[in-house]
């Protein structure tokens, strides 16, 4: 069955750095782009950084951007996102998304989330 696996989340200083994992089964993974998104108490579920199948191009959230890196490794069927310069804002639930088109149907995969938390 499809199965997306967050891992890496975890309480860290402002200023700090973590890096997220989330490895992939059950499906082609080299035929999804992958999108990490994040949710705080009380705020929608928004996406901070998007990778293409073949992670040839990524996009990033302005609040994010310059500090969060997001990569793949296919041979791997993982996704990483790289967290640079937390922020206390960062803190939220992170979610990865596996995402493609099929016959016009758009078909997603979500893993259950890993809690970052930044705070002194």
């Known amino acids: 069955q499809v199965q997306l696996v967050e891992s890496g989340g975890g309480l860290v200083q402002p200023g700090g750095s973590l890096r997220l994992s989330c490895a992939a089964s059950g499906f082609t993974f080299s035929s999804y782009a992958m999108s990490w998104y994040r949710q705080s108490p009380g705020k929608e579920r928004e996406v901070v950084a998007a990778?293409?199948?073949?992670?040839?191009?990524?996009n990033y959230a302005d609040s994010v951007k310059g500090r969060f890196t997001a990569s793949r490794d296919n041979a791997k069927n993982t996704v990483y996102l790289q967290m640079n310069s937390l922020k206390p804002e960062d803190t939220a639930v992170y979610y990865c998304?596996?995402?493609?088109?099929?016959?016009?149907?758009?078909?997603?995969?979500w893993g259950q989330g890993t809690q970052v938390t930044v705070s002194s």
């Open positions: 990778i293409t199948s073949a992670g040839g191009t990524t």
């Open positions: 998304n596996a995402r493609t088109t099929y016959w016009g149907r758009t078909i997603d995969y």
